[in-house]
């Protein structure tokens, strides 16, 4: 796969699927600044990891977004990549669910994707080069019940990802989504109750009006990450406003 132009930058890169995409940067040469406002986890992971930048950053504020952007450009180098990885999961019914639940999904979920995204995209433009991918999800397409503000937020970056993909596509710049069903992250060890979880999943809930995964398991992070490092790539330089969907089949194509 032909690597990734210039310093690639990863934002929910502490853990799971974040993680996983970083590992797979470094793995082919990429320097990598990884974005994660978990500062001890961030520290622990990439301690002693060459190729690779931690930096503290809450995607959520637009004005520390900025300031880490341009420092970037100003002590590491050139952005030609950006994942925007970062995710929350609030579950709870929609007449139940706390407004501060539904506000803080939209904060980190779509919000922070925007923030990120526009900061990177102004300086891409300039250079007219680069490519942007936003992991979301399969919910954004499907409804599930007790997720719908992971659900909308999740269509709603989805959208704007594609939406700035038109925008910038007479700069070069690609814009593209990789919308994973359910993978093996804290994200979703959190839905489990027991050791029982992951086949529950495979068979699919009537009950939950979920139909199951027909490549009967569950994803891993690098299979999300290999979607995406395949997108960031110069392999994929004819595909922009794609929705890649890596979910085992669960969907049934949509």
């Known amino acids: 796969m032909a690597a990734t132009s210039g310093i690639a930058v990863v934002s929910g890169a502490a853990q799971g699927i974040g993680a996983a995409v970083v590992d797979a940067l470094v793995a082919q040469g990429t320097q990598v600044v990884a974005l994660d406002s978990n500062a001890d986890v961030l520290a622990r992971r990439y301690a002693g990891v060459a190729g690779v930048t931690p930096l503290v950053l809450d995607v959520c504020d637009a004005a520390a977004v900025d300031r880490a952007v341009a420092q970037i450009e100003a002590e590491i180098g050139a952005i030609g990549a950006l994942a925007n990885v970062a995710g929350i999961l609030r579950m709870g019914a929609l007449t139940a669910l706390p407004v501060d639940d ?68 007479e700069y070069g710049i690609r814009c593209n989504i990789v919308s994973p069903g359910s993978t093996d992250t804290e994200m979703q060890r959190q839905l489990w109750t027991d050791d029982s979880g992951p086949a529950r999943v495979i068979a699919g809930s009537l009950d939950g009006y979920r139909l199951g995964i027909p490549l009967k398991k569950i994803a891993t992070p690098e299979d999300i990450a290999g979607v995406v490092l395949f997108l960031l790539s110069d392999a994929a330089n004819h595909v922009t406003l794609q929705d890649i969907v890596v979910d085992g089949g669960a969907t049934l194509g949509r």
């Open 102 to 169: 539904w506000m803080a999904t939209f904060a980190v979920n779509t919000h922070g994707v925007f923030h990120l995204s526009r900061a990177v995209a102004t300086r891409m433009q300039a250079r007219r080069k680069g490519a942007i991918v936003t992991v979301g999800s399969n919910a954004a397409s499907t409804p599930r019940t007790l997720m719908g503000a992971y659900c909308a937020s999740k269509a709603a970056s989805a959208q704007f990802t594609r939406c700035l993909g038109l925008e910038l596509a």
